[in-house]
């Protein structure tokens, strides 16, 4: 790292795809769909970015494709834990695994070889400029989205009380399924800007847990997408500063660990108290715990 | 004048044969109060669940579902959105893409005034009194104007004052047209603010009537279909401090433990009256060892404090919890398998480090005799039983294991006349026999009941006592609302 520049602008390079994913959960999450398929989702969309440019030639497309799988993966998740029912952690855990498999035979099926793919038409330093200010830009217009528009205020509802919910007349698995239709687009766009974005090709484990690492900014952000998109933005100085500091020894491992270890510090109050909304992974025919017993609720989580 | 709503031969048959309600007829007039009355299980709440037509039902005609506005038992708000934020949830006014924030705040300010409904706008829901909370949920109903308001056991979270409050509503409401059904299992607001009365009894309607024309014994032996069962007699009994707190607080936000300081003696009960969510239930788990306090606490003479929640149990403080399928059963394992949990670890249910299954069933066979549980047998699962079976197992594996002092939290919530009768006179039996109890409830009739002495809760702290024979209802009331 030579100058204060180039650390700067690594940064807001590592920090982008976390800002994404990290965007998607937390808009699932004030939903009440605790969504740790956003691993699959990068995977998804930074290989249909990369097999669409591959098949077409043009980037664009491919982009276009990693929205689409995104969004295929993320409602399919969506809709099994809403109409199916499903245990949210355990359909999120197939679709992870789906999104591994799926595109490890994908690579084979679509480039003949395993791994990795070949080079495509990339999005170039344009396009990468591009997605990073579109990034920062869907914080703000997701943090007003969330705050003054009436679909925001069903999803703060659905994550909090969906019974709530349906007896002012709004059905909540729509509410959900809608959430998780937004956030695979995100974090198909975040995948997309992996594999075409900073690179050109595609490889298996690309992605290395940045969807975990981006529901640790969901966490260390309060739930709140300005405030998730200044946690990936600070985890994305933290792996920038990996470069400098390897140099200077320190493990990377140790740094990998960081941005869980700041999530472990947002939820057990060491960095300010940290509240999940009261129906976040809850299964929408369940009263969240805090509602049947209203005077439980003091002893619990208070963010005040 | 044409009927707001009408019910005709409704009956509703769940999954599995259960039928809740069998052939109702009932019509709401516009402007009237109307109550209905039913125990527990009576099928009241299915019936209120098919008129707001959230629920459809088997058989029978319903006309008028589609303008009726019902207000839970349990409300159905969000707690961490402002007051005009759940208002007009689902039905938001826009300014283009937004939400139009003003016009939402000045319709709430309209309902406010109009029904004299007293919320500010942008209070933050979880953070208002239950009676207030209330309010908001009546006013999104009202905010789709209905011809008809239900409103399921509207009185059971609310002190006596702002019971008050709540039936001025609901006779402005009345007065303006609409026909208003009060779902509730206590009389005697029936008889203070409703015209007409229909009692159900095994989904069935036993007893239809001008409030005018009947009494509060007619209506009460319509909803047992026989004489309430009378409670055990009060013996005689020596009494000396037992259970002694000193400065006691726990908890933290608005439904905390505040200060807390009172004994309670063998040999008589303690009720402490107090509206839902002062305090009681940070007092009840800092007791029993689930909840961390300041403060001391002694049991005849020994320190409580150095004792975790298992060897409070061994020490003899037992505890009927207020969430019977949340904190007392296993709702997956038998009858006799709960009876043993909390005492599975000394004799003499343990025998080297095994359970002793004979001990185990013996024991559970008492408690069912003695308790009166139906029961095919005590390897019955206690999922299988009904709510009045599940509580008369935890009052018996509570009253069972050589006491020394009980708390008793909610001990006859939402169960029947019956049950109610014998876990209060098992209470009673209790306390006869030299054990402390300490009774919480929110409902004042029942500590009026059972207690030797009352502690008024709120707000954290104990804001009154009275000893029996000075019982003063409306003075406990008002202490209860915060006078």
Request: hydrophobic content about 50%; charged content about 20%.
């Amino acid at each position: 790292m030579d100058s204060f520049a180039g650390f700067v602008s690594l940064s807001l390079v590592k920090a982008t795809p976390l800002v994404f994913a990290a965007l998607a959960g937390t808009i699932c999450e004030r939903a009440g769909i605790l969504n740790i398929a956003l691993e699959g989702a990068l995977t998804v969309g930074a290989f249909a970015a990369v097999a669409v440019s591959f098949a077409t030639g043009s980037p664009v497309l491919g982009l276009f494709a990693a929205v689409l799988a995104g969004i295929a993966l993320c409602a399919l998740l969506g809709i099994a834990a809403t109409r199916f029912g499903v245990d949210q952690i355990v359909a999120g855990t197939g679709l992870n695994l789906l999104a591994a498999g799926g595109t490890a035979f994908g690579l084979v099926v679509v480039f003949g070889q395993p791994g990795a793919s070949p080079e495509v038409h990339a999005l170039g330093a344009g396009g990468e400029k591009a997605l990073i200010v579109a990034a920062f830009v869907a914080a703000f217009v997701l943090q007003a989205v969330l705050d003054r528009t009436p679909w925001g205020l069903r999803v703060r509802a659905c994550g909090e009380n969906p019974r709530a919910v349906r007896s002012a007349g709004v059905d909540p698995r729509r509410v959900r399924v809608t959430a998780t239709v937004v956030a695979g687009a995100l974090a198909g766009i975040g995948g997309a800007f992996l594999s075409l974005g900073e690179l050109d090709i595609y490889s298996d484990g690309m992605t290395a847990g940045r969807g975990f690492i981006a529901l640790a900014a969901v966490i260390f952000g309060r739930w709140t997408p300005l405030g998730a998109a200044g946690a990936a933005l600070a985890f994305g100085a933290l792996s920038a500063l990996q470069f400098v500091l390897q140099r200077a020894g320190v493990p990377s491992e140790l740094m990998q660990a960081l941005p869980y270890l700041a999530a472990l510090a947002a939820l057990t109050g060491i960095v300010g108290r940290a509240r999940a909304p009261a129906a976040d992974g809850v299964p929408l025919d369940e009263r969240p715990a805090h509602i049947g017993r209203m005077a439980k609720g003091s002893v619990e989580n208070r963010g005040d | 004048m044409s009927a707001a709503l009408e019910l005709h031969g409704v009956t509703k048959v769940y999954p599995g044969g259960v039928r809740a309600v069998d052939e109702v007829d009932l019509a709401l007039e516009p402007g009237e109060i109307h109550a209905l009355c039913g125990e527990n299980g009576a099928g009241k709440s299915t019936l209120a669940q098919i008129a707001a037509g959230k629920i459809s039902p088997t058989g029978g005609r319903v006309s008028g579902a589609d303008r009726v506005g019902l207000v839970h038992q349990h409300f159905e708000l969000v707690g961490r959105l402002r007051v005009w934020e759940n208002v007009v949830l689902g039905r938001e006014p826009r300014r283009g893409a937004r939400i139009d924030a003003a016009a939402a705040r000045e319709r709430v300010r309209e309902l406010a005034r109009s029904y004299g409904l007293d919320v500010d706008p942008d209070a933050i829901v979880e953070t208002l009194p239950v009676g207030v909370a209330q309010r908001v949920e009546i006013m999104r109903e009202l905010a789709r104007e209905p011809r008809v308001l239900v409103l399921d056991e509207p009185t059971a979270v609310l002190a006596p004052v702002e019971i008050d409050a709540l039936f001025r509503t609901l006779e402005t409401l009345a007065a303006r047209g609409t026909a208003i059904l009060v779902i509730t299992h206590k009389l005697a607001e029936v008889l203070a603010h409703a015209e007409r009365v229909t009692v159900v009894r095994a989904g069935r309607v036993v007893m239809r009537s001008l409030v005018a024309e009947t009494s509060i014994d007619a209506i009460a032996h319509a909803m047992v279909g026989g004489t309430i069962p009378a409670l055990a007699e009060r013996a005689r009994t020596d009494v000396v401090p037992a259970f002694v707190a000193r400065d006691v607080a726990a908890g933290d936000g608005a439904h905390a433990l505040r200060e807390a300081t009172f004994e309670v003696r063998g040999g008589e009960i303690v009720g402490i009256a107090g509206v839902e969510g002062n305090g009681q239930t940070a007092l009840a788990d800092a007791i029993a060892g689930v909840l961390p306090y300041r403060g001391t606490m002694s049991l005849n003479g020994r320190t409580l404090e150095t004792l975790g929640a298992g060897a409070r149990i061994g020490a003899g403080v037992r505890s009927i919890p207020q969430d019977r399928q949340r904190e007392a059963l296993v709702l997956d394992w038998s009858i006799a398998e709960n009876v043993a949990l909390g005492d599975h670890d000394r004799a003499p249910l343990r025998r080297g480090i095994a359970i002793d299954r004979r001990a185990e069933n013996a024991l559970a066979t008492r408690i069912v005799e003695r308790f009166d549980v139906r029961t095919p047998s005590i390897r019955t699962r206690a999922g299988a039983l009904s709510g009045g079976n599940q509580q008369k197992v935890v009052v018996g594996r509570t009253l069972s294991g050589a006491p020394v002092f009980v708390v008793a939290f909610q001990p006859t919530r939402g169960i029947d006349v019956g049950a109610t009768a014998l876990v209060q006179s098992r209470l009673i039996e209790a306390r006869n026999a030299g054990v402390a109890v300490l009774l919480v409830s929110f409902e004042l009739d029942e500590v009026l009941a059972l207690a030797d002495r009352i502690l008024v809760m709120y707000r954290g702290s104990i804001a009154g006592s009275f000893e029996r024979g000075a019982f003063d209802r409306a003075r406990i009331g008002a202490l209860m609302a915060g006078a």
